[in-house]
């Protein structure tokens, strides 16, 4: 089982959609969660921290269930620059520094 | 304005040749990172340091060697030993530890030719 699964999509919308991503860690002592934005052929960007109790930053929303040992990402409104790879990032080996990275989910918005 | 640079962006590489990839910031960052990313795949850990003159194997080390002999560098050299090197490499830094997150360099593109 990987450490960081997602599912790999494309997920194709119309722009003004409502999309959700899902992402599944293995490591249930996990401690960290980010989801990163990468866009074709360039380097992967922060796009927010996941807190334990949720959190929204404007249009993105991002859950935490710890039971499940799964974290989610919410795009409402879609636009078209928001096409690009989502990449579900986790802390996930204790003792271990570094950041472990799903392979990502890919979005294409289109008008 | 304080980044993370990585060169060159671009790097060809013969056959049996070692070349080393260059990653500085000026972020004033404790914690350093090295990931290869091949097409249509994930990140995977090469090799990571959390202080000067220290570093840790990833995932993927073998065929790869750094130093950290500054605070500021972490300079990735792909050996000849490395059997299918052609990828996109990213250098991170982050402060202190992985809690944080990480900053990345805009990568370099090896093609083995």
């Known amino acids: 089982r990987k450490e960081v699964e997602q599912d790999p999509g494309p997920f194709n919308v119309p722009e003004g959609a409502t999309v959700a991503f899902n992402c599944t860690y293995s490591?249930?002592?996990?401690?960290?969660f980010f989801w990163y934005r990468q866009d074709c052929r360039k380097e992967p960007k922060l796009l927010m921290s996941?807190?334990?109790s949720g959190n929204e930053d404007g249009r993105f929303t991002a859950q935490l269930n710890r039971a499940s040992q799964y974290i989610s990402l919410l795009i409402r409104d879609s636009k078209l620059s928001d096409s690009a790879t989502y990449l579900c990032?986790?802390?996930?080996?204790?003792?271990?520094?570094?950041?472990?990275f799903g392979s990502g989910t890919r979005l294409q918005v289109q008008p | 304005d304080g980044g993370i640079t990585q060169s060159p962006k671009y790097l060809f590489r013969k056959e049996g040749q070692n070349v080393t990839l260059s990653c500085e910031q000026n972020?004033?960052?404790?914690?350093m990172y090295w990931y290869r990313q091949d097409p249509g795949q994930g990140l995977r850990l090469i090799y990571y340091?959390?202080?000067?003159?220290?570093?840790q194997k990833g995932d993927i080390a073998e065929g790869y060697s750094v130093s950290r002999e500054k605070k500021e560098s972490f300079p990735l050299t792909v050996t000849s030993a490395q059997k299918n090197p052609t990828a996109f490499y990213l250098c991170?830094?982050?402060?202190?530890?992985?809690?944080?997150?990480?900053?990345f360099g805009s990568g370099t593109r090896l093609t083995v030719v």
């Open positions: 340091s959390q202080i000067v003159n220290d570093f």
């Open positions: 490591n249930s002592a996990s401690q960290s």
């Open positions: 990032v986790v802390n996930t080996e204790t003792g271990r520094r570094a950041l472990t």
């Open positions: 972020l004033n960052h404790d914690a």
């Open positions: 996941v807190y334990s």
């Open positions: 991170a830094s982050s402060m202190k530890g992985p809690n944080y997150g990480y900053t």
